[in-house]
C-alpha cells in the first residue's frame, strides 16, 4: 500500500478492491499503528470494516491487515510474528477452517533467515488449510528478476523453507514479475507470491491468482 496514512491513499485502495469484493482481503505495508473503526471505515468495505486483524507498523515500515466479510466468516484466532499476521477463520454455512498467513518479509539481509525460521516454526503450530502470500521480500530465481542482481544464498534458504513445509506455490500465468522501482529503465521483480498446503489444495482444489494493474501502487 506504501502508506495509508492520508485519505487521497485510502481512496486508492478502496478503488483498487474489485466491484465483486473478495470475502477476505489482505493488506501489506499499512505504514499504520492503530486501526480504529473510523480508519477501517477509510479504506474498507463496509462488509469488512468491523472485522479486521492487523499488525501495526514498526515506525514508519511494514504494517499488516487482514479483513474478510462478516456475513461469510467468523473469527477463529490470531496471531503475528514480526513479519507476519495469521487468522484463522471459520465459515458461517459449513465446517469448513481456514487459515490465511500475510506477510511483509524484511528487506535487510542480516533479517531474513530468522525470517524464514519463523515461517516454519508457525506452520509446526497449524492444522487445516493454509495459505501463505503476501510481499516476501525474497526471489527463487535468477528469472524472478530482470537484471542479475541475484542472492544465491537468499534462494536457497527461501526454497528450503518452502520444501521443508511442503508447500505448493500457486502460479501467477498472466504476468512475470509483480514489482517495479517505476525508473525509466525499470527493474521489474517477482516479489509477492501465493503458497497452499496439502489441505488447502484438497478443501479447495481449483485455487488460482491472477494480477491486477499496478496503476495505483508500486505491487499488483
Known amino acids: 500500500m506504501r502508506g495509508l496514512g492520508d485519505k487521497s491513499k485510502c481512496n486508492n485502495a478502496r478503488l483498487a478492491i474489485p466491484q465483486t469484493t473478495p470475502t477476505i482481503l489482505c493488506f501489506q505495508e499499512s505504514k ?6 473510523f480508519k477501517a471505515c477509510s479504506f474498507l468495505p463496509a462488509t469488512h470494516a468491523s472485522s479486521f486483524s492487523f499488525l501495526a507498523s514498526n515506525g514508519t ?7 474478510w466479510d462478516r456475513s461469510c ?6 496471531s503475528h510474528t514480526p513479519y ?15 487459515t490465511v498467513t500475510n506477510y511483509y518479509g524484511p528487506c535487510s539481509h542480516c533479517d531474513k533467515q ?13 492444522s487445516g488449510a493454509w495459505v501463505v502470500l503476501g510481499d516476501f521480500n525474497l526471489i527463487r530465481s535468477p528469472d524472478d528478476r530482470s537484471n542479475g542482481n541475484f542472492n544465491h544464498q537468499e534462494a536457497g534458504w527461501f526454497n528450503d523453507a518452502i520444501e521443508a513445509m511442503d508447500l505448493q506455490e500457486l502460479p501467477l500465468l498472466d504476468r512475470h514479475f509483480t514489482w517495479s522501482n517505476r525508473q525509466e529503465d525499470p527493474i521489474l521483480v ?8 496439502t489441505e488447502w489444495s484438497l478443501y479447495l482444489p481449483n485455487t488460482t491468482i491472477a494480477s491486477f494493474s499496478a496503476a495505483v501502487f508500486d505491487h499488483c
Open 73 to 78: 466468516l467468523s473469527l477463529f484466532s490470531s
Open 190 to 197: 517477482r516479489l509477492d507470491r501465493f503458497f497452499v498446503n
Open 32 to 37: 499504520l499503528q492503530t486501526i480504529d473503526r
Open 61 to 67: 515500515s511494514g504494517g499488516i491487515v487482514i479483513a
Open 84 to 98: 507476519s499476521l495469521t487468522t484463522t477463520l471459520q465459515s458461517n454455512f459449513s465446517s469448513l477452517i481456514l
Open 114 to 126: 530468522a525470517f524464514l525460521d519463523d515461517l516454519i516454526e508457525l506452520q509446526s503450530s497449524l
